[in-house]
C-alpha cells in the first residue's frame, strides 16, 4: 500500500544515487518508488531508461573501446524504452521536471545511438521555456539541473556534428546565464561535475576553434564567457580531483582548456583589444588593464602548473613542442607587458621587476622540461638583460651560441634538421641583439667581446647571407667584409633581407664601439672605415626596406666624429624629412605613444651639433627646439606639472592628478630623459657662444629646473664641507622669470651682454704685458683662462669647444683677432678664425694654396689622421712665417678639393649617398632590446651622476662669466653629491661582493665614483686657473688624476702648468712663508703669499725682491752671532756621502773646538750634466734646469699618453698641448704635424663633444 512518507524518502534516495551514479542501487529504489509514489511513472522510467543507457555505454566501451553501433542486441533494448518514454512525456502533466527530464533522457537515447537528428529533435527545443521556471534555483532537484546541463551539452554537440558551429555555441551562450550558478553553488556531485564538465570544455573548445578561425571576434564582449565559467567551475572544485588528466573517457585535457583560454586571452593582449567585461568579476578600483593582466597572470599560473606537473623530461631524441609553444606564448606576452605601451601602474603589484622574475621562473622550469632547448636559453638572454643582470645574461647567450654552433654542425654534417634548433634568421637577430647590448651598456671589455662577436657574424653572413659587393673589400689587414666572386660556405638559407641589414648594422656598430675603445692608436683609422662601410652596407638599397633609424644615428655619429660632416648632416636631414614607413598597428603597443617622435631626439641633437660644427648656430639652435616641438604641445611631452615638480590643482586628490598631470616624460626611461638634458645643455652652450657667457648664467638655472620634472627630487647629501653651506644663489644678472623649457632660449643678438674675446695666449699664468693686452674692449668680464701667444699674429689660434672637463668647454668664449675685428663691428660672431674657415674671398684663396702635410709619424707612432692622404680637405689658412719655425706645408702635394658645404663626395671615398636608400625611413624596430628595468639603486646612482654634469655645467657658466663665488658654490654643491655617492658606493660594496667598486663604471652607467671625483677636482682646477691661482689649480689637477689617471681635462690643464714651469713663465713659489720678522719690510708689501702658493699680484719682480730681503736679514744674524761654543752645528760645507779628506777634517774639527765657524762653501764648477751650482732656497728665483725638463717630459708623456687613448684621440686640446711640448722639446717637425692635425680636428668640432648624443654611443634604443 502507497506510503506517501515512505515515497518522498525513497524519491531522495533515488535522486543521491542517480547524481552520486550508483546505478547498482536505482533498479531497487525504482522498485520501491513505483509501491510508494505510483504518480511519478514519468521519472521512475526514466531512471531506468537511464540507468541502461549507462550500463550500455559501460559494456560496449569496455568491449570494443567506440560508441555502439545499431543493430546489438542491446540496442533493442533502449529501442523499447522510446516508445515508452514518448508515451510518459505525452501523459505527464503534473510534474515538470519529471517531464523535462524524460525528454532529455529521450534525447540521450538517441544522441548514445547516433541519431544525431533525431536526438536534436527530442531535446528540449528552447532552454527558457521548457526549463521550469523558479524564482530560487535550489528548489530544484540536483538531477533536474544535471539534465539541463545533458540537454544543452546534447543539443550543441548535435549542431556541432552536423557543422552547425555558431548555432552550437548559441546553444551554449542562451543557457549559460542560467546555469552559470549550477556547479558554483554548493559542492557538486558526481554527475554534476561531469556533465558540467562536458559542458563547459565542449563551449571553451567551440569557441576557441571560432576565434582562430574568425567566425567570433574578440571583440564580443562575452568572448571569454565560457573560460570565465571554466574558471568558476575549477575554483568552485577545491578540493575535488581536478588537478590534471581528463575530465572524462575520450574527452581533451584538462589542461588544454587552460591552453585555449591561454591562447584568447594572450591575442586580446597582444591586439591590444578592449577588455571584455562579458561574465567578468566586477572590480571598479582597478583599470581595464589591470583586469587583464591579473586575469592573465592566474591562467598562466594555473596552466603552466598543469604542465610542467604532467610532463616529463624527455630523451635526447624527444621533443617538448607544447613546452616550447607555451614558453613563446609567454614570451610574446612578456614583450608587451614590459614595454613602453603599457605602464607600471596596469602591471600590477611589483611593476615590471615582478614580471620578469616571473618570466624568469617560468623559463627555468621549462628549460627542466626539455633538454636542450635553444629557444629556452635565448629567452633566458632577453629577461636577464630586461632586469638587469648582464652577468646571467650573457652568460645564457654564450650557453645559447655555443649550442647553436654544434647544432648547426650537425645538421651540417648528418643532413638531418633539428626542430629545436632556432632557425638562421632567429640566431642572426639574437648575435645583433646580444652586441647591441654590450655596446651600449658595457665597457672596454664589453666592447671587445661584441668585436669578437661581430668577426663570427661576418663568417655566418657568408654562409647564410647573399653575396656582398664587391665595393666592401678591405686590403688593410682587417677581416675582408665579402671579396669578389666569392661564394657562401653553406647552403644558403631563406634569411629575410631586414635580418642581413641587421646584422651588417650589427658588425658596424661593433667595430665603432671598439676604435674608440681600443689602444691600438695606429689601427684606430682602419676600424672605423670597416664600420663606416658595414653600416652603409646595412643602409644598402638592396634588402628592400625601409631603413632603420638606429643604422642612420650610427652612420651620422661616427661621420660627424671623422668630420665628415656634409654626408652625414645630409643623412641625418633625409632621415628626419623622410615619408614614414607604412607603420604597423601594433608598434605603439611594443614602443609606446609618440614612438616615432621619441625615437628621433637624439637624431635631432645630432643635427644640432653638427651645424654647429659649420658654424650655422640659428640653424643649431633651431635643430634643439625641433626635437622638443616635433611633440606638438609642451604638455605632451611635460605634463600638466609645474617644471618645480609642484602640482597646478592642489584641489583633487593624488590619484587624479597624477593622472591627469602625468606627461611622456614620466613614461620614459632615464636614457631619454637624458637625451632632453643634452639638448637643453646644447642649447646653453650655444646661446653661449652667440651672446656671451652673461647670458648663458641667466638661462642656466633652467637646468636645474628641468632636471627634477625629469629625474624628480634628489636627496641633498649631509655633509659638512669647506664650501659655502648655502644654496647657490642666482647672479645679480640672472632673469628674474623662468622661461619655458620649449622656448628659445635665444635673445636679440644686440644685447649688450656680448661677449667680446680676449687675445689668446699660451701660458697659463699672465704677465704684465699680456693682461695688458687681454684687456677687454666690452664692460663684459674677463672670464677665461687665456694663452700667450709666442708667434706673430698669424699664428693659428686653436679654439676649442668640447667637454672632457675643461679646457674645450673654457675656450667657448676665446676668439681670433679676425673674429674680435667682426664683432666690433657689430657683425656676427664666430670662434677663431683657424678653427673654422674664414668668410672672406682671401681666406678661402689661402686654403686653396696651401698643400698636404707630410704623413704625420712621430717617435715611430703614427698620429691618427683618418682622411685619405690622396683626398684630404684643406679648410683652414697657412700658418705663414713664424717665429718658432713652423710653416705650411708646400704647395704641389694636394689635390684642391671644393669646399664641403657644396661638394660632400669630395670629403672621402665614403662621402657620398651612393647605394644608401633613405626614400622610406623606419624610425623605429622591432624591439631588439628589452625594456631594461634597473634597479633603484642603479638609478639613483645615474641621476646623481646626471646631476654633478648639470653643476658642473653651470659651474662653467658662472666661471666664464666671471663669477667665481657662484662657480665655487656650484663646484661644492656637485662635490657634495659625488661624496654622498660615494659613501653609498662603499656600503653596498661592504654589503654585496657583487656590487660595482668605486673604481668600476658598472654596467649602464657612464661613469665611476672616481671618475666624477675627477670631473669636480678638474673643474676646481680650472676656476683656480680663472682666479690666477696656478699652484691651487695644479694641486686640483693632481688630485683629479690619482682619482682618474686618464682625466683628458686634467691632464691637458697639468701639461700646460708643467710646460709653463718648463718654460718659466710660471715661477716656483718662495722658499720662506710669510713671517712677523719681515712684515714690516716696504719690499715686501707689494706681495701676497698664501700658504705657499702665490697668488695673482706675485710677479718676477716680488719674488725678487723677497729673495734679497731674506738674504740681506740672513747675513745680518750671521755677521752678529759671536762665537760660542754651545752654537748649534751648522750645515755641511760640501755634498754629503762622498767623504772628507782627513787634512781637511782634522782643519774643521780644531776651527770647531776653538770655537770657529767653519769657511763658506766655495762654489764648485759647473758640471756638463748637472748645471751651475744651485743656489741656497732662499735665494732662488727659479727651478733647477733639471726639474723643468722633468716638468715638461712629465706633460710630454701625460699627453703623447692621452692622445693614443679613445678619449683623446680627437680632443684638439690634447693635440695643441702635445705641439707646444714639442715646441719646448725643439722639434718643431713634430710640432707642425701636431698643430696640422688640431687644425683638422678643429675644422669639424661642435659646441659639444659628439659623445653627449644618444647616452654617449653609437647604439640607439
Given at each position: 500500500m502507497p506510503d506517501a512518507v515512505k515515497g518522498a524518502h525513497y524519491l531522495q534516495l533515488l535522486d543521491d544515487a542517480r547524481c552520486e551514479e550508483n546505478w547498482d542501487a536505482v533498479p531497487e529504489l525504482v522498485r520501491k518508488v513505483r509501491k510508494h509514489a505510483p504518480e511519478r511513472s514519468c521519472l521512475t522510467l526514466t531512471a531506468e531508461t537511464e540507468c541502461l543507457v549507462t550500463r550500455f555505454g559501460l559494456k560496449t566501451a569496455a568491449a570494443a573501446d567506440r560508441p555502439p553501433t545499431a543493430g546489438s542486441g542491446v540496442d533493442a533494448e533502449l529501442l523499447q524504452q522510446i516508445p515508452k518514454l514518448l508515451g510518459a512525456i505525452e501523459t505527464e502533466q503534473r510534474f515538470p521536471e519529471d517531464r523535462f527530464q524524460a525528454k532529455v533522457c529521450l534525447g540521450w537515447v538517441h544522441w548514445i545511438l547516433k541519431d544525431y537528428s533525431v536526438a536534436l529533435s527530442r531535446l528540449p527545443k528552447n532552454f527558457d521555456l521548457e526549463y521550469p521556471l523558479y524564482e530560487n534555483l535550489d528548489e530544484l532537484s540536483e538531477w533536474t539541473k544535471v539534465s539541463a546541463l545533458k540537454s544543452t551539452y546534447l543539443k550543441a554537440n548535435c549542431l556541432a556534428r552536423n557543422g552547425q558551429r555558431e548555432e552550437a555555441l548559441e546553444a551554449f551562450e542562451s543557457a549559460l546565464p542560467s546555469l552559470s550558478s549550477v556547479w558554483t553553488t554548493k559542492p557538486a556531485r558526481q554527475q554534476l561535475r561531469y556533465w558540467a564538465e562536458l559542458f563547459l570544455t565542449e563551449y571553451c573548445m567551440l569557441m576557441s576553434q571560432a576565434i582562430q578561425e574568425g567566425t567570433k571576434s574578440l571583440s564580443d564582449a562575452n568572448c571569454l564567457a565560457s573560460f570565465r565559467a571554466w574558471a568558476k567551475y575549477w575554483a568552485g572544485a577545491k578540493g575535488q580531483p581536478l588537478a590534471g588528466g581528463y575530465g572524462f573517457r575520450g574527452s581533451v585535457p584538462r589542461r588544454q582548456v587552460w591552453s585555449e583560454y591561454y591562447y584568447v586571452v594572450s591575442e586580446i593582449l597582444q591586439q591590444d583589444l578592449p577588455f571584455p567585461t562579458g561574465y567578468a568579476p566586477v572590480n571598479n578600483e582597478s583599470s581595464a588593464r589591470n583586469q587583464l593582466r591579473t586575469e592573465l597572470k592566474k591562467i598562466e599560473t594555473i596552466y603552466q602548473g598543469l604542465l610542467f606537473m604532467e610532463t616529463r623530461f624527455p630523451k635526447a631524441e624527444e621533443e617538448r613542442v607544447e613546452v616550447e609553444e607555451f614558453v613563446e606564448r609567454v614570451m610574446r606576452n612578456w614583450a608587451i607587458l614590459n614595454g613602453r605601451g603599457w605602464r607600471e601602474q596596469d602591471l600590477g603589484a611589483g611593476g615590471r621587476e615582478s614580471l620578469s622574475h616571473g618570466v624568469l621562473d617560468t623559463l627555468y622550469g621549462a628549460a627542466s622540461k626539455t633538454f636542450h632547448s635553444t629557444a629556452i636559453l635565448r629567452h633566458l638572454f632577453t629577461v636577464h638583460l630586461a632586469v638587469a643582470e648582464f652577468d646571467l645574461a650573457f652568460k645564457s647567450f654564450e650557453s645559447y651560441f655555443d649550442l647553436v654552433k654544434r647544432g648547426k654542425e650537425r645538421v651540417e654534417k648528418t643532413g638531418h634538421p633539428e626542430p629545436s634548433l632556432d632557425d638562421d634568421a632567429t640566431m642572426l637577430e639574437t648575435?645583433?641583439?646580444?652586441?647591441?647590448?654590450?655596446c651600449r651598456y658595457g665597457g672596454r671589455e664589453a666592447a671587445e667581446k661584441a668585436r669578437a662577436l661581430a668577426l663570427e657574424l661576418e663568417d655566418w653572413i657568408e654562409k647564410v647571407g647573399p653575396p656582398a659587393d664587391s665595393h666592401l673589400i678591405v686590403n688593410d689587414g682587417m677581416s675582408p667584409v665579402r671579396e669578389e666572386g666569392t661564394s657562401p660556405l653553406g647552403v644558403q638559407s631563406k634569411v629575410p633581407p631586414k635580418i642581413i641589414a641587421l646584422s651588417w648594422q650589427s658588425v658596424g656598430l661593433a667595430h665603432a664601439q671598439w676604435a674608440r675603445m681600443t689602444f691600438e692608436s695606429e689601427s684606430r683609422t682602419q676600424i672605423q672605415e670597416k664600420a663606416i662601410q658595414c653600416l652603409r652596407k646595412s643602409l644598402s638599397a638592396e634588402f628592400g626596406h625601409a631603413v632603420d633609424i638606429r643604422g642612420i644615428f650610427a652612420l651620422g655619429v661616427l661621420l660627424a666624429e671623422q668630420r665628415k660632416l656634409p654626408v652625414a648632416i645630409e643623412i641625418v636631414k633625409t632621415a628626419l624629412l623622410a615619408d614614414k614607413a607604412a607603420e604597423e598597428p601594433d608598434r605603439e603597443l611594443y614602443n609606446g605613444p609618440y614612438w616615432r617622435e621619441r625615437s628621433l631626439i637624439p637624431l635631432w641633437h645630432l643635427l644640432a651639433l653638427m651645424l654647429s660644427a659649420r658654424q650655422e648656430y640659428l640653424m643649431a639652435a633651431r635643430a634643439c627646439e625641433g626635437a622638443i616641438e616635433q611633440f606638438k604641445d609642451p604638455y605632451v611631452l611635460f605634463g600638466g606639472r609645474n617644471l618645480n615638480g609642484h602640482y597646478k590643482s592642489e584641489h583633487l586628490n593624488e590619484a587624479e592628478k597624477a593622472a591627469a598631470d602625468a606627461g611622456l616624460v614620466d613614461e620614459m626611461d632615464d636614457y631619454e630623459r637624458e637625451s632632453i638634458l643634452e639638448i637643453k645643455m646644447t642649447q646653453l652652450?650655444?646661446?653661449?657662444?652667440?651672446?656671451?657667457?652673461?647670458?648663458?648664467?641667466?638661462?642656466?638655472?633652467?637646468?636645474?629646473?628641468?632636471?627634477?620634472?625629469?629625474?624628480?627630487?634628489v636627496e641633498q647629501p649631509k655633509l659638512e664641507l669647506t664650501a659655502p653651506k648655502t644654496a647657490m644663489e642666482p647672479p645679480k644678472t640672472s632673469a628674474s622669470t623662468l622661461r619655458s623649457i620649449t622656448g628659445s632660449v635665444f635673445r636679440s643678438r644686440s644685447r649688450s651682454g656680448t661677449a667680446t674675446p680676449g687675445h689668446p695666449r699660451q701660458s697659463v699664468v699672465n704677465?704684465?704685458?699680456?693682461?695688458?693686452?687681454?684687456?677687454?674692449?666690452s664692460p663684459r668680464p674677463q672670464t677665461t683662462q687665456t694663452v700667450q701667444s709666442t708667434a706673430t699674429t698669424t699664428a693659428p689660434a686653436i679654439h676649442v669647444t668640447n667637454e672632457h672637463g675643461d679646457p674645450r668647454s673654457s675656450r667657448r668664449s676665446k676668439k681670433s683677432n679676425s673674429i674680435k675685428r667682426r664683432s666690433e663691428s657689430g657683425g656676427p660672431q664666430k670662434r677663431a678664425s683657424l678653427r673654422k674657415r674664414d668668410s672672406s674671398g682671401s681666406g678661402r684663396k689661402r686654403a686653396m694654396s696651401s698643400g698636404a702635410h707630410p704623413p704625420t709619424v712621430v717617435d715611430g707612432d703614427q698620429f691618427f689622421t683618418p682622411f685619405d692622404e690622396v683626398n684630404l680637405p684643406l679648410y683652414f689658412t697657412s700658418f705663414g712665417s713664424k717665429a718658432s719655425g713652423v710653416s705650411g706645408p708646400g704647395p704641389g702635394t694636394l689635390q684642391h678639393t671644393e669646399s664641403y658645404t657644396s661638394n660632400a663626395s669630395s670629403r672621402s671615398r665614403n662621402g657620398d649617398l651612393s647605394g644608401i636608400d633613405l626614400g622610406e625611413v623606419e624610425s623605429s624596430f622591432a624591439s631588439l632590446l628589452p625594456f631594461i628595468q634597473f634597479s633603484q639603486d642603479h638609478?639613483?646612482?645615474?641621476?646623481?651622476?646626471?646631476?654633478?654634469?648639470?653643476?658642473?655645467?653651470?659651474?662653467?657658466?658662472?666661471?666664464?662669466?666671471?663669477?667665481f663665488e657662484n662657480a665655487q658654490k656650484a663646484c661644492a654643491e656637485a662635490q657634495k653629491i659625488v661624496q654622498a655617492l660615494e659613501t653609498d658606493i662603499s656600503n653596498s660594496t661592504a654589503e654585496s661582493v657583487s656590487a660595482p667598486s668605486r673604481q668600476e663604471v658598472g654596467w649602464g652607467q657612464s661613469k665611476s665614483v672616481d671618475e666624477l671625483l675627477a670631473d669636480v677636482r678638474a673643474e676646481k682646477g680650472y676656476l683656480s686657473l680663472a682666479r690666477d691661482q696656478p699652484y691651487q689649480a695644479r694641486a686640483n689637477f693632481e688630485t683629479a688624476l690619482t682619482h682618474f689617471p686618464d682625466h683628458p681635462a686634467a691632464i691637458v690643464g697639468l701639461s700646460n702648468i708643467l710646460m709653463d714651469i718648463h718654460s718659466e713663465k710660471l715661477l716656483p713659489p718662495p722658499a720662506v712663508p710669510g713671517l712677523d720678522l719681515l712684515a714690516g719690510d716696504p719690499a715686501l708689501n707689494s706681495s701676497r703669499i698664501e700658504g705657499g702658493r702665490s697668488n695673482s699680484t706675485s710677479t718676477w719682480n716680488t719674488n725678487t725682491a723677497i729673495a734679497a730681503t731674506i738674504d740681506s736679514r740672513m747675513d745680518l744674524v750671521i755677521r752678529d752671532r759671536k762665537p760660542d761654543s754651545r752654537c748649534p752645528p751648522t750645515l755641511p760645507s760640501e755634498p754629503l756621502g762622498l767623504g772628507t779628506s782627513k787634512a781637511n777634517k782634522h782643519k774643521v774639527e780644531e776651527d770647531r773646538a776653538n770655537g770657529k765657524s767653519p769657511p763658506p762653501m766655495s762654489p764648485s764648477p759647473i758640471s756638463p750634466l748637472l748645471g751651475p751650482q744651485l743656489p741656497p732656497p732662499y735665494k732662488a728665483v727659479s727651478l733647477p734646469l733639471v726639474d723643468r725638463l722633468a716638468a715638461r717630459d712629465r706633460a710630454y708623456m701625460l699627453l703623447s699618453s692621452l692622445t693614443k687613448l679613445g678619449s683623446g684621440w680627437n680632443y684638439s686640446e690634447a693635440w695643441f698641448a702635445l705641439a707646444r711640448a714639442y715646441e719646448e722639446s725643439d722639434q718643431l717637425e713634430k710640432a707642425k704635424d701636431a698643430l696640422w692635425w688640431c687644425v683638422e680636428l678643429e675644422d669639424g668640432m661642435g659646441v659639444r663633444e659628439w659623445s653627449c648624443v644618444g647616452a654617449g654611443g653609437y647604439v640607439l634604443q
Open positions: 648575435i645583433c641583439a646580444c652586441i647591441a647590448a654590450l652652450a650655444i646661446l653661449e657662444l652667440v651672446e656671451g657667457p652673461a647670458v648663458a648664467v641667466n638661462a642656466s638655472s633652467e637646468l636645474l629646473t628641468l632636471y627634477p620634472r625629469l629625474f624628480g627630487e704677465n704684465d704685458e699680456s693682461r695688458l693686452e687681454s684687456i677687454p674692449s638609478n639613483k646612482r645615474r641621476r646623481r651622476a646626471i646631476l654633478v654634469k648639470v653643476w658642473l655645467v653651470i659651474a662653467g657658466f658662472y666661471r666664464r662669466a666671471g663669477l
